[in-house]
């Protein structure tokens, strides 16, 4: 046996050391897709002798090209010229300026754009077609054709650094990650009430004092009480760091857009200049989060010292946008304010609305003045819009539907597809976000264009960008968290076409990218494996589908309370659900290893399920997940979080929800929750009414007050509410919801209309 084994391992280092064994390219899974991509049959072999051939214009691609095969693979390429070649040639006739050919054949990798831009794009495909991790010194290049440009002209990233502080280093890391996915617009939000993040050098207090507040809130802002962490807490970036940092973006490709708020979240600079605020009064940076009524007051000093911050801005900022903010800018000071009264009636404004889109207008014609655009979150349409400004639209799509008609430029970031701020996966283990649910394959379907937008005003809609506000999201190793791979999904959706995307496919593709986000250290949330329930009505039979999205592994399951194992049952088609039931599933791999964590779901089966239901109005896009089946579908909604599938939330309007029962039913009592987190401006209701239509013919109508509490979460119930005297079965049950009203003074959100969130309702 021994000699046996020698001779075979003799035999084994014969083989390495006489013949080249050649390298295996990977196959091709480019992220974002791109427009067209055919392979061939020829590998390219990229090794020592390989030599990059760029003109002038190139140089500096190529030049990125040659450090990454160093410092990646430790290849350093060859100085001289060879018939192994990568070759970078401009072509004017390129339609897109984006856009760019590489082609991949056994002895030449030829890249073809219009601009840098494109050719830098081709060298990130390029680099997509390399193994992850290999220090061998011969790579084999897939032989390819591809032909590529983006479906949009604004693909962004945004980054609050205000309410939580990231190093140069983690900034830079940032661009990094934004370049592999052909992203090219960095929204830096660099001012908040919470901290002042940019050096001017014209007001030192902006440094001393507007970047560091005294504390920190803990926990989510919901909990009660609210606690403080006592630390102070701050920083900013000088302005050598953020001309070191737009150099690094420009490298790669990326604008950076710098955003000065105004004229709310500005306590902090407030706190440094009293003076610039209605009052005069002294406060402090914010230590928590929210919405504050302490806001420019439009001075003369005011309007001075934005204007001198342009100054300072513009000398470091080249690209063609800043961001002024724009949004959740109460007017309750302005209101009191002789200055701003006196203001308004010399201006002939119609109201505070009207200040702000004079403040806005006036800021934009100095802005204007310096060579540059705003950009304004979609609050700048009240009140009329400044003339030249694009529209960032956060709130729903309507702001962007209103600007385009009004032919300003729009760019997408609806929370309910770009706030990556929000959870990704209603498991209960996640870490603490600020609310709302935004899964990966929601941020994969999104379509920037409006529905309600003709061919013609499309053309104003730029782009879209993925938000990521930093109120809970305290460290680096959690930006990553919260932004991987919702990004990556939204880098396709905002480059490849309609025709080209697919999520079943995106998913297989990101399963490798996930590989190369680990090799780069990025902490990525893996949701991959996780398995989504759903009770449905089949022929009036209920019953329970799973899915994956990975499509080639498989589901095991059980329903007897116990842990799914490699030899549980496997999933294959919706099963049948009589009883009260506890649903158990894991995805398993093919050699019996269990990936991702365990699925467990308890149905409730009550009258209500698998009922009709009707509602007067949609629930908001963003806290639809469930759609409205959620409400009578057997399971309830977290109980710390508002944001999951099984929770519904409505926005201002009265809400209606009928239930009509298949069959007569007997009815003895009705139950839901509802969600009372009023720092995010979700109250629940004063009252809730039935309308109850009996078998025999008549209807009871019913008042009920609800308790008012400052908890999380308000129960509501009722029992034997059909006198026994009708001794009746009902037909249809109609609860209605009347919105809270308007949010009272002093809380976050005063003077919007409240927010309505309904959990289960559970039908006895
Ligand atoms: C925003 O989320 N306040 C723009
Ligand atoms: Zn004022």
């Known amino acids: 046996m021994r000699v046996q084994l020698y001779i075979k391992l003799l035999f084994i280092l014969f083989l390495f050391g006489c013949t080249k064994i050649a390298p295996k390219p990977i196959a091709p899974n480019i992220i974002p897709k791109p427009l067209i991509q055919k392979l061939n049959n020829t590998t390219f072999i990229l090794d020592e002798k390989t030599f990059i051939e760029s003109n002038l214009k190139f140089k500096k691609i190529a030049f990125f090209l040659s450090t990454y095969f160093e410092e990646k693979h430790q290849l350093k390429l060859s100085t001289i010229k060879n018939k192994n070649t990568i070759v970078f040639e401009q072509d004017l006739s390129i339609e897109n300026d984006e856009g760019y050919l590489l082609k991949v054949s056994s002895n030449k990798i030829l890249i073809t754009s219009k601009t840098v831009k494109g ?25 390819l054709e591809i032909k590529d440009s983006p479906e949009f002209k604004y693909r962004g990233m945004h980054l609050d650094v205000a309410r939580h502080f990231f190093s140069v280093n983690f900034i830079k890391k940032y661009i990094d990650l934004m370049s592999m996915l052909k992203m090219n617009t960095f929204h830096w939000h660099l001012t908040e009430d919470q901290g002042w993040r940019i050096e001017i050098k014209k007001y030192p207090k902006l440094q001393e004092i507007a970047a560091y507040r005294d504390e920190t809130l803990v926990g989510h802002y919901s909990e009660q009480p609210q606690k403080f962490d006592g630390k102070k807490y701050g920083g900013y970036y000088t302005q050598k760091e953020i001309k070191e940092i737009v150099a690094y973006a420009t490298e790669r490709q990326i604008t950076v857009i710098p955003e000065i708020e105004m004229p709310g979240h500005s306590q902090a600079a407030i706190a440094a200049y009293p003076e610039l605020g209605c009052t005069g009064e002294q ?24 204007e001198d911050i342009i100054d300072e801005v513009v000398t470091l900022f080249p690209g063609k946008y800043i961001h002024i903010g724009g949004d959740e800018a109460p007017k309750t000071n302005w209101k009191k304010c002789t200055h701003c009264q006196q203001l308004i009636k010399k201006e002939g404004l119609k109201d505070e609305n009207g200040l702000q889109s004079y403040f806005i207008t006036r800021m934009e014609k100095y802005i204007n003045s310096k060579g ?11 009140g009329g819009l400044a003339p030249n400004a694009t529209v960032m639209s956060w709130r729903g799509t309507a702001g962007a539907v209103e600007a385009a008609k009004q032919k300003h430029n729009v760019i997408l970031t609806p929370a309910s597809h770009c706030y990556f701020d929000h959870y990704q996966s209603d498991n209960e283990n996640e870490p603490l976000a600020i609310g709302g649910f935004l899964p990966l394959e929601k941020v994969y379907s999104f379509q920037p264009i409006p529905e309600e937008l003709t061919e013609e005003e499309a053309k104003y809609v730029l782009g879209a960008q993925g938000n990521v506000w930093t109120e809970y999201i305290t460290t680096p190793e959690k930006v990553e968290y919260m932004v991987f791979p ?32 680990k090799s780069l250290d990025v902490n990525y949330a893996n949701h991959l494996y996780e398995i989504k329930g759903e009770l449905i009505n089949l022929d009036k039979q209920l ?148 309308e109850i239509k009996l078998t ?27 006198p026994e005297s009708e001794n009746s079965k009902v037909d249809q049950i109609k609860i209605i919801i009347p919105n809270y009203g308007i949010i009272p003074e002093n809380k976050q959100g005063a003077g919007h209309k409240a927010w309505t969130f309904i959990d289960e309702i559970i039908i006895n």
């Open 696 to 722: 025999n013919g008549k209807t009871i109508s019913l008042k009920n007050k609800v308790k008012r509490t400052d908890s999380l979460l308000v129960n509501f119930s009722l029992k034997d509410f059909i």
């Open 486 to 517: 919702r990004a990556v999904a939204l880098a396709e959706a905002v480059w490849s076409t309609s025709e080209n995307k697919n999520y079943d496919n995106f998913i297989k593709r990101l399963e490798f990218f996930n590989k190369r986000l």
């Open 283 to 306: 406060v402090k940076v914010a230590a928590k989060w929210g919405v504050f009524d302490n806001i420019y007051c439009p001075k003369e000093n005011t309007f001075k010292f934005l």
């Open 372 to 382: 540059k655009q705003i950009i304004g979150w979609d609050e700048i349409l009240e």
């Open 119 to 143: 050719a830098f794009y081709a060298v990130q495909s390029l680099i997509q077609l390399l193994p992850v991790k290999t220090n061998a010194k011969t790579i084999a290049i897939q032989g």
């Open 543 to 690: 019953s329970y589908r799973l899915e994956t999205s990975i499509k080639d592994k498989e589901i095991r399951f059980t329903t007897d309370d116990s842990e799914p194992k490699s030899t549980s049952p496997v999933y294959n088609n919706p099963f049948k659900i009589n009883a009260l039931k506890t649903i158990k599933a894991a995805i398993f791999d093919k050699n019996g290893n269990q990936l991702g964590q365990v699925f467990e779901q308890k149905i409730t089966l009550h009258k209500g399920v698998g009922e009709k239901i009707t509602l007067n109005t949609p629930p908001n896009e963003a806290y639809n997940a469930g759609g409205k089946q959620a409400l009578i579908n057997g399971i309830s909604g977290s109980s710390s979080r508002y944001g999951d599938k099984e929770w519904l939330g409505f926005s201002e309007k009265d809400v209606e929800i009928t239930i009509d029962f298949d069959k007569q039913t007997k009815l003895n009592s009705i139950a839901t929750r509802f969600y009372n987190g009023n720092g995010q401006w979700i109250y629940a209701p004063k009252e809730v009414n039935l």
